[in-house]
């Protein structure tokens, strides 16, 4: 549904900012590929751009493909703008722009509604989900799209049933220019993890859309010309067991009719382990990757965290038991825990060999407002607030120790022969589980080929070639060719390509050690 009973017309340009560089945004994949330019669709703002009523005309543009430009703040009448912590300077950027052309600007989504102190120089800011601050929101700028005197905080108390979403924009994305189409299906978690802000966010009872809007979606992006994987969004994709259970149908349904041109990924809680069931639908919709916080192989540190739940089944079991499904687990990771040693950097490596798990997001601790972890730092006096650390948190052990240990594992457990061996097991001992989808003609087209030599061609000639890892690529690259196993070859050096280049940066202290540091890093600068 979309917002009704409001006669005027306005002009919003809704602008998503950029990313800071970040090891989870695969940039140094994009020249690989066939002219991808950003990570994934933004969720949140398209919604809105969906919502907005349906006689007003919206803009979208994500600054992440190309900058909003004078004329676009000249055409509009009011700038929307969303983002996580992590684009807190990107966001504000924008606000001052939009103010240069004497526009209101308005904020929504995770960033502000965890932090409204974040972003003083905005005219509205909306806390929560869509729904009745929503309607107010727009029912405001319909009446006066003026900029107020000062800033108006709107509240969430009544959010919209998550059933009446209307479809996300995406036709107003370059959706062909994202590296994984994004879908959301669920919102909220029923654990409470320490350093976690989700639940608090969004709730412990996890929300959801009926399995025919994800169906319908799916048409959407598919019509939008999204190719390869979608990645499903919802905080823990068994947060309401039942309800993926329900859901998964649908999606063996929906492959089976398009032809499995889609490959999905997901982030779920370990234990999902315990339940066969799901696995197994899983595996048949065609769910190739599944991301789970592992967090750190130490039961005593887990337990610290509240995350038990990890523990139900022995790590390295839950961890084959994906594999033997045919999902790659991709695992975040965190230094600084209170729990950490100095032998934890040598913990991880080993847990990293033993797993085999070719890609590990590994963060130092950060409290983020809102969450047990920070209220507990709060109380101990531990909490920093200098923009020139990676973390806001004291640390038990010496702070330039955690880096260092950060800056190390990155660089050993990137280094290329150690990657593309890990892959090697990936191919040998998990893809194989994957069900083998029948031959479509959806998936042989001529513009799914055409995709395919492009990426080939890059590959072989910017790391093949140009690359100076050429050895370990040609050793790897040969035996998938002998095997016609070309899928995998690009699949796997898109990513391994992005870790390595980004690891070299990392270890060699040029990039953030933690996704939510505030630290201002290079390609933080404003789009313009
Ligand atoms: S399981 Fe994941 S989403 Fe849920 S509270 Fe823990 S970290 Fe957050």
């Not at 005219?123 to 107020?148: F, K, Q």
């Not at 979403?165 to 062909?176: K, S, T, V, W």
């Not at 809680?269 to 750190?296: D, H, Q, S, W």
Request: aromatic fraction near 10%.
């Amino acid at each position: 549904m979309r917002v009704e009973g409001i006669d005027n017309v306005r002009r919003i340009l809704c602008v998503f900012p950029r990313y800071t560089s970040s090891f989870g945004t695969f940039e140094y994949a994009y020249p690989l590929t066939a002219g991808v330019q950003a990570f994934m669709p933004p969720q949140g703002l398209l919604l809105i751009a969906a919502y907005i009523p349906a006689h007003w005309p919206v803009r979208f543009i994500d600054e992440n493909i190309r900058p909003a430009t004078a004329e676009d703040f000249q055409w509009a009448e009011a700038v929307f703008v969303s983002g996580m912590h992590i684009q807190r300077q990107q966001m504000n950027d924008i606000c001052r722009r939009a103010h240069a052309f004497g526009l209101t600007a308005a904020i929504g989504g995770p960033s502000v509604s965890a932090c409204p102190d974040y972003y003083p120089s905005f005219d509205y800011l909306h806390v929560g989900e869509l729904g009745d601050a929503t309607n107010e929101l727009i029912a405001r700028i319909g009446r006066d799209p003026s900029r107020p005197e000062r800033q108006v905080t709107l509240k969430t108390a009544d959010r919209l049933d998550m059933t009446k979403f209307p479809i996300p924009a995406y036709e107003l994305a370059d959706i062909g220019h994202y590296f994984l189409g994004s879908i959301q299906y669920s919102s909220g978690c029923p654990y409470q993890c320490e350093f976690c802000d989700i639940p608090g966010l969004y709730g412990r009872n996890p929300r959801l859309k009926t399995p025919q809007q994800i169906t319908a979606e799916l048409d959407k992006l598919l019509e939008c010309g999204i190719t390869g994987s979608v990645y499903f969004v919802d905080d823990n994709f068994i947060g309401n067991r039942k309800a993926a259970l329900e859901l998964l149908p649908h999606l063996i349904e929906w492959q089976k009719k398009t032809g499995y041109v889609l490959r999905f990924s997901c982030e779920a809680t370990l234990n999902i382990a315990k339940r066969p069931e799901i696995l197994a639908a899983m595996r048949e919709a065609f769910f190739a990757t599944i991301f789970c916080g592992i967090e750190t192989p130490d039961p005593a540190a887990l337990k610290a965290m509240r995350k038990d739940h990890n523990m139900m089944v022995p790590i390295m079991e839950a961890i084959q038991t994906l594999n033997g499904f045919g999902m790659e687990v991709v695992s975040g990771i965190i230094l600084g825990l209170d729990t950490d040693k100095p032998e934890s950097g040598q913990h991880l490596l080993e847990f990293i060999d033993a797993s085999q798990i070719p890609l590990l997001t590994i963060n130092l601790l950060q409290a983020l407002p809102g969450t047990p972890l920070w209220d507990r730092l709060k109380r101990e006096n531990r909490l920093i607030e200098d923009e020139g650390r990676d973390s806001n948190v004291d640390f038990r052990m010496p702070y330039e120790d955690v880096v260092t240990t950060w800056r190390a594992c990155m660089g050993s457990a990137y280094q290329p022969a150690k990657l593309l061996a890990r892959y090697e097991f990936q191919i040998q001992h998990t893809y194989q589980n994957r069900i083998e989808p029948p031959p479509s003609r959806e998936r042989s087209s001529w513009r799914n080929i055409r995709l395919g030599l492009t990426m080939l061609r890059n590959i072989f000639w910017k790391v093949g070639i140009l690359g100076d890892y050429r050895l370990e690529f040609w050793k790897f690259a040969l035996r998938r060719l002998a095997r016609g196993e070309i899928e995998y070859l690009i699949s796997s050096i898109l990513v391994a390509h992005h870790l390595i280049m980004f690891a070299r940066d990392a270890s060699r202290g040029h990039t953030n050690a933690s996704y939510y540091s505030l630290r201002l890093q290079q390609a933080s600068v404003p789009a313009e």
